[in-house]
T-cell receptor, first 111, second 111 residues
Framework: KQEVTQIPAALSVPEGENLVLNCSFTDSAIYNLQWFRQDPGKGLTSLLLIQSSQREQTSGRLNASLDKSSGRSTLYIAASQPGDSATYLCAVGTSYDKVIFGPGTSLSVIP | EADIYQTPRYLVIGTGKKITLECSQTMGHDKMYWYQQDPGMELHLIHYSYGVNSTEKGDLSSESTVSRIRTEHFPLTLESARPSHTSQYLC??????????FGSGTRLTVV
């Protein structure tokens, strides 16, 4: 059974720092992996989608990597800003047609 | 600009009332989903559909029902609302496993 974990559960950094959020999954037979951000009381906004054949995706200050063999994905945020404060979730699309969400990392960027 | 729309955004309703939460998408996606999320908690899949006339129950037992008469429309209905139904309901769609686009959510309060 696929399990998805995210470490750390919460993170607080000063503005301008580069940071890395981690997502781990137990079954490497995945279809894709997607990173989202969620602001309090809002829906989920898609940040990056990595297909199983890809190693990384980039969008602006965000870079997501995928290492299926080790069961890990990282989301790198460069030059963090207070507006980046949110909860970040990863979601694994499995080969048996289910999507498993991680519990999320709550990020606070302090001005 | 959102391609998946949920209405209403907020709803406060009395116990025993029948309610329908609307979800529509303009992307032509076959797969649609309903998730329930309590504040600060994980998402739970309550219903999904793989196309017109296809509906399935998700991982979390729910007293709600759904229908899929048109590709673009996936409403969720509660026949008799109770305070335990108070939560945020998130609709999503995709063309593949994962690769979700989420709506903004409906925050439901049953008093």
């Amino acid at each position: 059974k696929q399990e998805v974990t995210q470490i750390p559960a919460a993170l607080s950094v000063p503005e301008g720092e580069n940071l890395v959020l981690n997502c781990s999954f137990t079954d490497s037979a995945i279809y894709n992996l997607q990173w989202f951000r969620q602001d309090p009381g809002k829906g989920l906004t898609s940040l990056l989608l990595i297909q199983s054949s890809q190693r990384e995706q980039t969008s602006g200050r965000l870079n997501a990597s995928l290492d299926k063999s080790s069961g890990r994905s990282t989301l790198y945020i460069a030059a963090s800003q207070p507006g980046d404060s949110a909860t970040y979730l990863c979601a694994v699309g499995t080969s048996y047609d289910k999507v498993i969400f991680g519990p999320g990392t709550s990020l606070s960027v302090i001005p | 600009e959102a391609d998946i729309y949920q209405t209403p955004r907020y709803l406060v309703i009395g116990t025993g009332k029948k309610i329908t939460l609307e979800c529509s998408q303009t992307m032509g996606h076959d797969k649609m989903y309903w998730y329930q999320q309590d504040p600060g908690m994980e998402l739970h899949l309550i219903h999904y559909s793989y196309g017109v006339n296809s509906t399935e129950k998700g991982d979390l037992s729910s007293e709600s029902t759904v229908s899929r008469i048109r590709t673009e429309h996936f409403p969720l209905t509660l026949e008799s609302a109770r305070p335990s139904h108070t939560s945020q309901y998130l609709c999503a769609s995709s063309v593949q496993v994962g690769g979700y686009t989420f709506g903004s959510g409906t925050r439901l309060t049953v008093v």
